[in-house]
């Protein structure tokens, strides 16, 4: 079978683990939605059970990459929060690995691993300067030129999702929240089952018979597939926010790229659409008709598919000095 790697995402709503083929194809997966009651601590359980149980089936795994929902030191592989999961702050997770696991470790951002496996194998493999991003629990960013990934100050860098835009949900003018505060799974969410939100006509009421509080993103795609007026108006909102914030990564970063994942990507050209429409809209004319809007390919499988292949490659960032890999 030849050298292995493993790849494992650490997020809120899924934990992942794949043990990968050199090439990246996956030789086994194993997710499962884990409760955390204790934060932190039950998803630590979790892996190294997981992670034990797939060494020991696995023994030619050479090294593991983990993709982790949240902000992180590069370098050292040290947690410095997660927006979603108490407990991870400050934890030295390189460290535990290796420790636990005897292989060495590489740990970056989840939508950086995610961003790297579409660079390399998906929608970014034809791409000089590829942006990824996702739309899922939170939204993530992460930035490619070639074959080597943007770090910023070396906390992951390119965070959509936590750029500013105008609040459309706020009574005040001028006011303004996050990206992701509008335009994330969990943001959709939390409007839908808001009493009164949806429109009383909406088909969406009916099946949830009233009940906003039953309502979530699954149900939302079947009202837009349905014709639904609420729902494509509601969609139309989510993709001109979104567009908006592309367009600016666009016009800062000259991206010729811009790939979407994460579980709300599911909705397709729903969502696709018009984020592409607000994108072309507001971009910088140095970008005007040279760029595209693009779905990811590997969907749910990016995350820890990416992590496997920063754990054989190791994570390549270019500081002012020259290139470099940790």
């Not at 023994?59 to 593991?64: C, V």
């Not at 910023?152 to 835009?165: R, V």
């Not at 929240?177 to 009164?196: F, H, M, N, Q, V």
Request: glycine share 14%.
């Amino acid at each position: 079978m030849g050298e292995l790697y493993m790849g494992v995402e650490i997020g809120c709503t899924k934990q992942q683990a794949a043990v990968c083929a050199r090439n990246g194809s996956i030789v086994r997966m194993v997710g499962e939605k884990v409760p955390h009651p204790n934060g932190a601590a039950d998803i630590l359980k979790w892996l190294e059970a997981t992670l034990r149980a797939l060494i020991a089936a696995y023994p030619e795994i050479a090294r593991i990459g983990y993709g982790f929902g949240g902000v992180l030191e590069t370098k050292s592989g040290d947690l410095q929060a997660s927006v979603q999961v108490p407990g991870w702050m400050g934890f030295h997770l390189r460290e535990w690995s290796e420790e636990k696991f005897g292989r060495g470790s590489v740990v970056v951002n989840d939508t950086v691993a995610g961003g790297y496996a579409e660079r390399l194998l998906g929608s970014g493999r034809d791409s000089k300067v590829f942006f990824y991003t996702n739309i899922g629990t939170g939204i993530g960013g992460s930035l490619f030129i070639g074959d080597t990934t943007w770090d910023g100050i070396g906390f992951g860098a390119a965070y959509l999702g936590n750029t500013f835009t105008a609040d459309w949900m706020a009574k005040e003018p001028g006011a303004l929240t996050r990206i992701e505060d509008l335009c994330s799974g969990t943001a959709i969410e939390r409007r839908l089952r808001t009493p009164g939100y949806i429109d009383s006509d909406s088909v969406m009421m009916k099946w949830c018979r009233g009940e906003a509080a039953k309502t979530d993103c699954r149900m939302l795609h079947e009202a837009l597939k349905a014709g639904d007026a609420f729902a494509l108006a509601e969609m139309e909102r989510v993709g001109h926010t979104f567009g908006v914030g592309v367009a600016n990564a666009v016009s800062m970063l000259g991206a010729d790229t811009v790939s979407i994942g994460g579980g709300v990507a599911n909705l397709g050209e729903y969502l696709i659409a018009p984020v592409r429409r607000a994108a072309d809209k507001y971009v910088f004319i140095s970008g005007k008709g040279r760029f595209r809007v693009v779905q990811c390919e590997l969907m749910d499988d990016n995350v820890p598919v990416g992590a496997a292949l920063y754990a054989r490659d190791g994570f390549r960032t270019t500081p002012v000095n020259g290139r470099q890999s940790l």
